[in-house]
């Protein structure tokens, strides 16, 4: 991205203006949420004020506004992902919600005892406890994959795991701690021979880079909103047709049926049969205009700006003695987790704060990534498109009196 776009692309996002703690805000945590264009915040504005209302069997002209609005959002979903039928795009309330979704629909259907699932060490929790709950249940069994000193997986382990009572494959796109980004579509291929059915967390990737649900061949795929521009409450899952079909229903209630007796209740088709209730309608608006801006400026800039970024923050940390990156990956996206010798991640949050800069401590949602490395928790920087090189320079300043405080 030119230095002069770049400011075109930061003017439309208000919250950079902001000053915290009397210095310019760096925004340096969009792997946990991505901050909000003006053109998205006037869109949400627009539904409520002129194209609200319930969805669906409404025969009133605002209803029937708000059930295309809300439908050509799905569309838009499709076309971002590349799904062949907007029916395989269900708006969830988020990654963690989708994941449930099919630990609920696919797993407490098709799971039974001795059956095993195989995770990877880099999951998020919501791609461990789901799947843990549902093999306490069930008495099935979780497998793991491992990963090097770098935070790659070891895909030859990966392939070590399949056996006949493998059932189902659930895979990290890009790792939220540590920026990995997995070779998933090798991985999907290997658990195609096996006809092993797998979901991809895609809560990471979706942000950084193009995906294409159809060249992954996965069978679900998933991510939230809120880490693309778009409002929180609302992400989606992408499924293959026939397995969705296949699968029962996660929750019940209006919308998700076709009739509804006391003796007998039948379901609606897909998407309708997993979005029970009334969904987060303006959310999924909102969801909808944000890709559109994501596309205009293109999921291939996007990626190349930020690898840009990643590379340049890299090499200046390296810098820094007593500094340490976690999590070397020759693949990686921009993300940066990184401890310093004597200090805690938490001091150096709060310290990076008091110069405007927020970023990241803890562990980030992935204790066994935490524990593989021997470490409570990690300093994590991650970048949007809208960063900037000056802002790097800022952090690297930060770290610099952070380090000098505690000498
Ligand atoms: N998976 C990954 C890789 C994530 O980074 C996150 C969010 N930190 C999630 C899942 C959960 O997403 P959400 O909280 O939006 O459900």
Known sequence: ISTYDLEKIRADFPILKLKINGKPLVYFDSAASGQMPQTIIDRLAYYQTAQHANINRGVYYLSEVATSEFEG???KLQHFINARESREVIFTSGTTDAINLVMHGY??????????????????????VPWQMLAEEVGAKIRVVPINDAGELLIDEYEKLFNERTKFVSLIHVSNALGTINPVKQMIAFARQHEIPVLVDGAQAAPHMKVDV???DCDFYTFSAHKLCGPTGVGILYGKAALLEAMQPFKGGGDMISSVTFEKTTYNTIPHKFEAGTPPIAAAIGFGAAVDYLSTIGMDTIYSHETDLLNYATERINDLPGVHIIGTASSKTAILSFVIDGIH???IGTLLDQDGIAIRTGHHCTQP????????ATSRASFAFFNNKTEIDALIASIRTVQKFFS
């Not at 990534?369 to 409570?376: A, H």
Request: hydrophobic share 40%; glycine share 6%.
């Open 73 to 75: 959002a799905r569309c």
């Open 107 to 128: 797993g407490r259907k098709f799971i039974k005892a001795g059956d095993e699932i195989i995770l990877t060490m880099l999951e998020h929790h919501s791609n461990i």
């Open 345 to 347: 991640p938490h001091d």
């Open 369 to 376: 990534v935490m524990q593989r490395f021997k470490i409570p």
């Open 214 to 216: 159809q060249d992954l």
